[in-house]
């Protein structure tokens, strides 16, 4: 499905927010379901959420802020969280069957991490979108370290020990062609 701005997840998720983004008062992680995205040019992904206490649906929660264990790593930067900023107000969600529960390995930064595939988007309907070489998918990862991050495809592998061979990926030309059969 495609969104503009704002659009719903593929299924709910239930999460702990960091409340210093939300709170007059922070309080510390505080429980809330994730229901959606949105999608502003040059800013983070907003994540949107409904708060446990009081059902307050709560919009554009920057990913650092996404807990998914209440005892998670303090301290995650936004930058760890997220490598490129949107581009685009209009995107598409995409939950694939096949990769859904694969565990992963995303380049965090420096840093290898492990984690578990959970949805990819896409940006629609803008001049980077069109352009092989500057088009992006987001991989959402649930981190093991208990937070979320949000990486281009060249940045994460993905394990599957029935099928994948556990050796070190080669290293991979970008995209740059547009190949048309007329």
Not at 145 to 155: D, S
């Amino acid at each position: 499905m495609n969104y503009t701005k704002i659009g719903a997840m593929p299924t709910h998720k239930y999460i702990w927010v960091d409340s210093k983004y939300t709170h007059e008062k922070p309080v510390g992680p505080v429980e809330a379901m994730w229901v959606g995205l949105t999608s502003i040019p040059s800013r983070a992904w907003g994540i949107n959420v409904i708060l446990r206490e009081g059902g307050a649906l709560y919009r554009n929660i920057p990913p650092n802020a996404v807990r998914f264990k209440e005892e998670s790593l303090e301290n995650w930067r936004i930058e760890e969280s997220q490598l490129w900023n949107c581009y685009s107000y209009n995107f598409s969600i995409l939950q694939n069957p096949i990769l859904t529960g694969l565990q992963v390995t995303a380049k965090v930064g420096p840093n290898i991490l492990k984690g578990t595939y959970l949805f990819s988007t896409t940006h629609l309907n803008d001049g980077w979108s069109d352009s092989p070489e500057q088009d992006k998918e987001f991989i959402f990862i649930e981190l093991n370290n208990g937070r979320l991050t949000i990486q281009p495809t060249n940045r994460v592998a993905f394990i599957d020990k029935s099928y994948i061979l556990p050796t070190c990926m080669p290293k991979l030309r970008l995209q740059d062609t547009i190949y048309s059969c007329e």
